[in-house]
């Protein structure tokens, strides 16, 4: 455990997770034809291996749970993707990752500074998933950004930068993440080693109990700030803990049957409620929108 929690401290301890705008659409999308890019292939994964290991690690209560492989990476406005000059004078960046039968991909920025007018976007390869637009109001001062996840194996990144801002954007991506598994959807196959790539208990979900999913209800959400937990049938006694997408806890007592828990001392964000039965170790994550 301690391993897995020095690694955590160490690749996402400095990640911020920005809020976005979820406005508008990348410049690209309205181009006559959609455009070609050759795709950055990400290492392939034993998700047998994986998967082995997350069967043991999912019963311990002290074992975050992972969802996705983070892969090390160094790419850049200067050193990769490839830039479009706009007819009146804006310009667009853009690239795109490859990751074989990924569930999802997220990313994490080192270094990042969005002047006023630029925006991010990410988007999968058939654009049935988009997150953003990332904007200045996404930047702070150890100038790193963390994004949520989009669905599907292939990921582009789309940076927009106006023309009366030019050259002042800064973007870096330091990794990738393969997220092999959400809810109960979970990755297929058996692939290669998965050398170079270190386990990421960012993005953290958990395989639900069908048991509890049916038996508790979390309502409002979203919600502006309170949320109520109802169990319907009680069998032992239950814990819960907020986490934020990071996977750090927030927030951790004994359960009360429709306890209301308080997020109006946290930012708008995403945040999950973990709630373990002691008896059977069952548990049941879920996700919370808070928009205040």
Known sequence: MKKLLLFFVFCYATTLISQVTNEGEPASWGFAEK??????SLPQIDIKKIKT????????????YR???SHKVNYGLENSGIWTQ??????????????????HLSVNFDNSYLPKGASIYLYNDD????????????NNDKQVLGTWFVNGDKLWIEYYEPKKVKGQGIINLSSVIHGYRMGHNYQEGNFGSSEGTQMSSVNTLAVNDEFLEQNISVFPNPTSGFVQIKIRQWTSDMDYEVYNILGQTLKTNRLQNNEILDFTDLPSDMYFIKITELETNRTLVKKIVLNK
């Open 35 to 40: 455009s070609s890019l050759e795709a950055i």
């Open 86 to 103: 706009l007819p009146n004078g804006d310009r667009i960046w853009r690239i795109l990752f490859s990751s074989k039968d990924a569930v």
């Open 53 to 64: 290991e997350d069967d043991i690690n999912d019963k311990l209560r002290e074992k975050p």
């Open 127 to 138: 654009r049935t998933d988009l997150l953003g637009a990332y904007t200045d109001t996404s």
């Open 67 to 69: 969802v996705g492989i």
